[in-house]
């Protein structure tokens, strides 16, 4: 065993989706990603671990860890084409691109919101960067 071996404390956030015919977020995901990076809490993953009869998710875990660094995030959302072949309306590997040279970090692609025929409306691109000379909480 490792002497001063530290744990890692992980804090998971459960936001509920709609029902059959309105499988969207009932919380805006974006906000709790904003209040818990803001009290030094580093987002880690968004995961839809329990799926409906119909095949949809029920709900998706917001999984942070904590960390003394501050991070701020952005999201990017991507709309998407089409009724039965959704396409991305923009090219998502340009924004990689372009937020890349920015400095930020590509933490997830996640799809929050389902249509009623079960494929994403949309995708959101998430990108961190630590926040320079932040005093952490």
């Given at each position: 065993?490792?002497?001063?071996?530290?744990?890692?404390?992980?804090?998971?956030?459960?936001?509920?989706?709609?029902?059959?015919?309105?499988?969207?977020?009932?919380?805006?995901y974006t906000k709790v990603i904003?209040?818990?990076?803001?009290?030094?809490?580093?987002?880690?993953?968004?995961?839809?671990?329990?799926?409906?009869?119909?095949?949809?998710?029920?709900?998706?875990?917001?999984?942070?860890?904590?960390?003394?660094?501050?991070?701020?995030?952005?999201?990017?959302?991507?709309?998407?084409?089409?009724?039965?072949?959704?396409?991305?309306?923009?090219?998502?590997?340009?924004?990689?691109?372009?937020?890349?040279?920015?400095?930020?970090?590509?933490?997830?692609?996640?799809?929050?919101?389902?249509?009623?025929?079960?494929?994403?409306?949309?995708?959101?691109?998430?990108?961190?960067?630590?926040?320079?000379?932040?005093?952490?909480?």
């Amino acid at each position: 065993m490792i002497a001063n071996q530290s744990l890692a404390e992980y804090k998971i956030v459960k936001i509920e989706l709609g029902g059959i015919f309105n499988p969207v977020p009932k919380e805006d995901y974006t906000k709790v990603i904003a209040e818990y990076s803001s009290k030094g809490w580093h987002l880690v993953q968004i995961f839809a671990p329990g799926m409906s009869n119909n095949g949809l998710p029920k709900f998706f875990d917001v999984i942070f860890e904590k960390t003394q660094q501050l991070y701020e995030y952005k999201i990017i959302k991507i709309e998407l084409g089409g009724i039965f072949n959704p396409v991305p309306k923009e090219d998502y590997t340009k924004v990689i691109a372009e937020y890349s040279a920015k400095g930020w970090n590509l933490v997830q692609i996640f799809a929050p919101g389902m249509a009623n025929n079960g494929l994403p409306k949309f995708f959101d691109v998430i990108f961190e960067r630590p926040i320079q000379n932040a005093n952490s909480w």
